[in-house]
């Protein structure tokens, strides 16, 4: 089993900035994929953005230009970097990792961007 925990989620002024992390723990060995999807109430989650081990990165469009997704393979973490965030930013952030096929979950992390 993959254990997944989330920080920096908060609240902060539009136009400003967070920094999430997350970091892998358990049986991490074998992870690929990790990356970022979040969830606004009345919505589906989506995928923010995911990075493969080699270093390959894929965003949603309504991301592009103000998020960056970072990893460190040697010690199972995953960050992403918002900047000039926007009130639509607002929701429930997951970390997420594929191992041999399988997704794992963190537990969530609020951010609330005010207008």
């Known amino acids: 089993q993959v254990q997944l925990v989330e920080s920096g989620g908060g609240l902060v002024q539009a136009g400003g900035s967070l920094r999430l992390s997350c970091a892998a723990s358990g049986s991490v060995f074998g992870i690929s994929a990790m990356g970022w999807y979040r969830q606004a109430p009345g919505k589906e989650r989506e995928l923010v953005a995911h990075?493969?081990?080699?270093?390959?990165?894929n965003y949603a469009d309504s991301v592009k230009g103000r998020f960056t997704i970072s990893r460190d393979n040697a010690k199972y973490t995953v960050s992403l970097q918002m900047n000039s965030l926007k009130p639509e930013d607002t929701a429930v952030y997951y970390c997420?990792?594929?191992?041999?096929?399988?997704?794992?979950w963190g537990q969530g992390t609020q951010v609330t961007v005010s207008s």
């Open positions: 990075i493969r081990r080699g270093g390959e990165t």
């Open positions: 997420n990792v594929l191992r041999l096929g399988s997704p794992y």
